[in-house]
């Protein structure tokens, strides 16, 4: 048994027949016909790995109606071999596979992340239903999941419309994702959804705050805390689950700086995890700082949040106290400290008299002030470090938002320069 199961590293060619059938000896695997089986007489067997503690191997087998069907097998199936997939026959279904992925990758993402998957395979096993082999899941299956993908809306009556290109692009790649794992843990030769395309979505611009238009947005903040958020967003550049999160102790109002870093969880105060784990010190412009010396002097000792007010500070406590309780403690997000920001935000904006049709929220803030350090020639390496970037691709693109907001500065001063020759003409004929 064991001579069976010696490879060889040439394949032969398929003209040669003899050449065939010796290679499959020597690979384990056969090809009969079997007569008493009227509808599937064909039949392909093959050795399992040798068990070292039983000292034995397993034997499999599939039958076949057509003996092309069983010869297109056998190559598809010495091809795995010669991949290294696995000898034995590993059925796992498309539950089983999303089971081990989550316990394995997914346990280690962020929260929102982990939701995101979630919601994947979700319409995964909606579509293919959860007891389907992965190894029946094909190119041609997996493009026709891409393309049905489609939103429900209970405010819709039950009807259904096509998800924006950005949300199946996400879909796309988190179904590679887990199929590139299959394919790492040797369950299945090939990603289905790995050559799958979809044409690029169309990017909408983001809305680029002037400081004028700031310092309208800040005139018309309903509390100290809110202008405190929009001014750190806009002076520092940090992201809204920073600024949320931000206690006093990161707080050095003698140099002017925030220190943002990882915080662990404790009873009364939940965790904080940087993206990209990216711990940095900014320095805060007077304004910013200034800001932030009122509600130093208005804060309370029970309460170490720079930006929650009391009853909010309490509300916050209950809720994770809760989640600690029912062992829910890694569903915690940042979204959960503050309620109803982007909405005052917009409000905001919308007295500030700010008209765009381009995407403005919150992190229109933070963009800003990359822009912003961009347009007075801050060092890309240090625009880096001040945002918390992890690749310097990302801080580029502030650099090519400058380009666009000088673009009129840019034309105003070639008109200048094509307006000077004449003046200069008309000083010489006086």
């Known amino acids: 048994m064991a001579g069976l199961l010696l490879g060889v590293t040439c394949v032969p060619p398929r003209g040669n027949r003899l050449a065939v059938e010796i290679y499959m000896r020597r690979k384990g695997i056969s090809l009969t016909r079997e007569n008493h089986r009227k509808n599937s007489p064909w039949v392909v067997r093959w050795w399992g790995r040798y068990d070292v503690t039983t000292g034995k191997c397993r034997r499999y087998g599939r039958v076949f109606e057509r003996k092309k069907q069983a010869e ?25 596979l999303i089971e081990k992925y989550k316990k394995v990758r997914v346990s280690i993402l962020r929260n929102r992340t982990a939701e995101a998957y979630d919601e994947s395979f979700r319409r995964l096993k909606g579509y293919f239903g959860p007891s389907m082999p992965i190894n029946r899941i094909d190119r041609e299956t997996a493009e026709q999941f891409v393309s049905s993908l489609e939103v429900s809306n209970k405010f819709m009556l ?24 299959a394919c790492d843990w040797n369950y299945i030769r090939q990603n289905p959804f790995s050559k799958i395309k979809l044409p690029a979505p169309v990017k909408q611009e983001w809305h680029f705050i002037t400081p004028d238009e700031f310092r309208a947005i800040l005139e018309h903040a309903p509390s100290l ?42 009873t009364h105060v939940p965790p904080f995890t940087l993206k990209d784990k990216q711990q940095r010190s900014v320095p805060l412009p007077k304004f910013a700082a200034s800001i932030l010396r009122q509600l130093k002097a208005q804060s309370s000792k029970d309460n170490p949040f720079v930006f929650l007010k009391p009853e909010r500070f309490a ?15 890694h569903k915690w997000d940042s979204r959960m400290l503050v309620n109803n920001l982007l909405r005052t935000f917009k409000t905001c904006c919308e007295k500030a008299g700010i008209k765009t049709n381009r995407r403005l929220n919150l992190h229109c803030l933070r963009k800003a002030y990359g822009t912003n350090l961009a347009n007075v020639s801050t060092p890309v390496q240090t625009l880096k470090a001040l945002m918390g970037h992890s690749s310097i691709k990302t801080t580029m693109e502030f650099y090519l938002c400058s380009c666009d907001s000088n673009e009129k500065r840019a034309v105003a001063e070639l008109d200048r320069i094509m307006q000077e020759p004449a003046e200069e003409q008309g000083d010489l004929k006086e």
């Open 315 to 329: 509300a916050m406590q209950a809720i994770w106290q809760a989640m600690v309780k029912r062992n829910e403690s």
């Open 72 to 96: 297109d097998f056998i190559e598809d199936k010495l091809a795995e071999f010669r991949a290294g997939l696995p000898r034995d026959q590993v059925n796992i279904t498309l539950e089983q």
């Open 158 to 181: 039950r009807k259904t419309k096509r998800l924006s290109d950005w949300s199946r692009h996400r879909y796309l790649r988190e179904c590679k994702t887990l199929f590139q794992a």
């Open 225 to 266: 805390q809110t202008k405190g958020i929009y001014a750190i967003m806009y002076a520092a550049g940090l992201r809204f689950g920073e600024a949320a999160n931000l206690l006093w102790i990161n707080i050095d109002l003698h140099n002017n700086r925030v220190n943002i870093v990882n915080r662990p969880a404790t």
